[in-house]
């Protein structure tokens, strides 16, 4: 018995140690499993209800000075998305870039074989084919606007050959000619200012369709001042010079054609105002293209003034393009190698720098030259052609410009709508409510709402750039706009004297105007507030914070809005006592349509400034500012701007229904009185808001409103306090806990309660003050007369 118990033991034993292996393991994921689903369920079980602000996840906190610190950087998009965009690879060595998918945007335009470009579905799949591009890049509209119609009418009509081409049918078909070798798909227009360039102008754009080459037409403005065509020559010339890619990497595009449209009143063919040329940047374009195409240009630049006969001059630059294009769908020039090497190009270019501009020719001239001599044709059926513009352009070293110079047209435009220029980058503007307020008719809801006097405070900026061209900002026709700040800086203390001084001397020529009051008149020559929302971006300005602490230092308050573009500046800034970031759109595609952004990664900029802001909330009180467009950003964005809210955690929601100032520009941008919406629409929606954010449980509610300027405040309920509203500011408590140096936090400065006549339901009039009423239809919207200089901007 002992021997059998004893040999059952060793048989346990050695099955024990066969299995032990699997069954540790098999016991030890159980365990795990196990473990792991009870943390899940502990979690689950101790959510309770709506997110607060120390569950929403990423965490970001904020410095005792203001300051968060990010765990990395946005990089300017203008000039260094190409590093993030090359393959993983190209960044470890040297690579030739050989090209990849791109977005492909609607296919449109005329339909007929032959010359006349057809859809690809009806193709056989071995006819070679040619896709045209049509690029444009455009500040104020206009170049889309060209661009669409070129498009449209590219091949629409008959080709209008010279003489001696031979006739051609009578009609608008044009007959396909016997020997044609490739025809032309549908053109695509695609706007540079929102394209991921490095889809297009590392690699020509790969198109789906075999047996297809593409040709790239641009239509580029000019612009003395910086915009988004700068981007674009930036990454042209960043191509060119990267020795990780091919020498010529759009050589095999079948080829390139540029229009320039420029103002040859204002720029004429030397040197003009600011230091810009007729079509300049055009003229940079076409050189760049043809360095990178291995001078690929099928038809010579084409220049149209804007001030004079454009149109006619692109229909007749399109006309002599089609010759061109049809030869090259005729011939064999659809090649991989024309034979130019790029790189004599650029020796003959700058050997040849001295004799520039001799070698200039406008598109009337063009028009004459191809009239008089042979038609154009391609380089290879014909070797080059006979002017070579790429020797157009004068190189010189990059130098610091003023943004804005006294000589140029910028500096009158914005002189001319009212503002004091301060140095070369920073103004300051009487605002209209600072004319009501010495008057007694009201001052703006910012009384109302922070108990911020009118009368006392200044408006100003000390950057007039901005990185978005809003539909219904006043100045995107004017001010400057750019990515980066590539100008000379001015220092702090220069630009606030500048600007008190500046806004003192509009005070004092308010003395005459009938109903201004003694009283108010004398306490105006003490500013005791000053916002920073005029027009531009005031944390651009890279001494922002010395700016600020010294207006703290002289207890000037500080009310900052930025366009949440700008998270490393964010991030940086300093304390500020009421900090608003600009919320135009509750998603990305809005925010896109109605702010026009310069930055590609605008969206996910957006979302960092909100995640900031939220780390900021403890330091200082910060503000969402909601800027109601009828037809852009209502409608069915109630949800999306109240999942904003529950991101940012504001401690006030400001909403306002957007101003119209009827400029061309705006009504270029789509924007008419029908998109301004009626206060009681700017209530409707508040309340709809109002409702989403306790849906939430995020803990608001409606506290303050200003009908006067169709404004309403919704605030955090940390500012309902003993059964009222608080949501005035008390400044001098600031000013000393700024001067105490100790951490402090908004609800240390907050001010008495808010007044009766200020709160939700009560119209925010200050009843001491005179009402004037506004007659007429429009009633109700916030109407500002433009250019006079009378007006708030769109973000102030
Ligand atoms: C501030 C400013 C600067 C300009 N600079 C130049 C220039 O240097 N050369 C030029 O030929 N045209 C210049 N123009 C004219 C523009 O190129 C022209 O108005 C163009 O049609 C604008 O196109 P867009 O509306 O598509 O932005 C300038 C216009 C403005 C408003
Ligand atoms: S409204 Fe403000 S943010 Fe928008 S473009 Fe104008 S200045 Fe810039």
Sequence with gaps: MAAMASSKS????????????????????????????????????????????SKLEPQLSAEPDGTVLLPEKFEDTSTSNRSRNLPASSKSGPKRITGGEVRKKKVNGPNAEGSTPIEQAELDANQKAIQIFVFYSSLTGSTGKYAEQFAKELFSKP???????????????????????????SPIVENLDYLDLDDYFISPASVKRKNTTSVYLLLIPTYEITS?????????????????????????LAGFSVFGFGDKEGWPMEEGRGGGIFCGQAKEADRWMSKLTGGKRIFPIGMGDVKGDATASLTEWREHLEIALHDLANGDAISEDNGVDSEDE?????????????????????????????????????????????????????????????????????????YTIVGSHSGVKLCRWTKSALRGRGSCYKYSFYGIKSHLCMETTPSLSCSNKCVFCWRHGTNPVSTTWNWTVDEPDLILQGAMEGHYKKIKMMKGVPGIRADRFAEAFTIRHCALSLVGEPIFYPHINEFLSMLHERRISSFLVCNAQHPDQLARLKYVTQLYVSIDASNKESLRRIDRPLHRDFWERFMKCLEILRAKRDRMRTVFRLTLVKGFNIEDEVEGYADLVEKGLPAFVEIKGVTYCGTSTSVGAGLSM????????????????????????????????????????????????????HTVIDYKRFFELLEEGKEFGPLDYVGPPTAEWAVWGNGGFDPADQRVYRKGKNKGKVIEEAPSGEAESGCG
Excluded at 28 to 52: C, K, M, W
Excluded at 160 to 183: L, M, Q, R, Y
Excluded at 228 to 243: C, I, K, N, Q
């Design 10 to 53: 060793l048989d346990l034993l050695e099955l024990w140690h066969t299995i032990r292996i699997p069954a540790i393991a098999a016991v030890a994921g159980i365990y795990l499993v196990v473990a792991l689903r009870n943390r899940h369920f502990t979690q689950r079980e101790t959510y309770d209800g709506p997110p607060s602000p």
């Design 159 to 185: 080709l209008h050959k010279p003489s001696p081409a031979p006739p051609i049918a009578n009609g608008t078909d044009i007959p396909p000619e016997s020997n044609e070798k490739a025809i032309f798909l």
């Design 228 to 252: 988004p065509v700068d981007a674009f020559l930036e990454h042209l010339s960043e191509t060119h010079h990267d020795f990780r890619i091919d020498t010529r990497p759009l050589s095999s």
């Design 346 to 418: 650029e020796d003959t270019a700058q050997d040849n720098a001295a004799n520039t501009t001799e070698t200039l020719v406008d598109v009337e001239d063009i028009g004459n030259s191809i009239r008089s001599s042979n038609p154009p044709k391609t380089k290879k059926s014909q070797g080059p052609l006979p002017v070579d513009f790429t020797t157009t352009s004068k190189r010189s070293a990059p130098k610091v410009k003023e943004m804005v110079p006294k000589d140029s047209p910028t500096y009158t435009a914005l002189t001319k709508q009212g």
């Design 674 to 725: 029908q998109n301004v919406p009626f206060y009681e629409e700017v209530c409707e929606f508040v309340r709809r808001l109002n409702e989403a954010l306790e849906k939430r449980g995020l803990g608001y509610g409606i506290a303050a409103e200003h009908a006067h300027s169709c404004c309403v405040l919704i605030a955090s309920n940390n500012y309902y306090i003993d059964g009222k509203w």
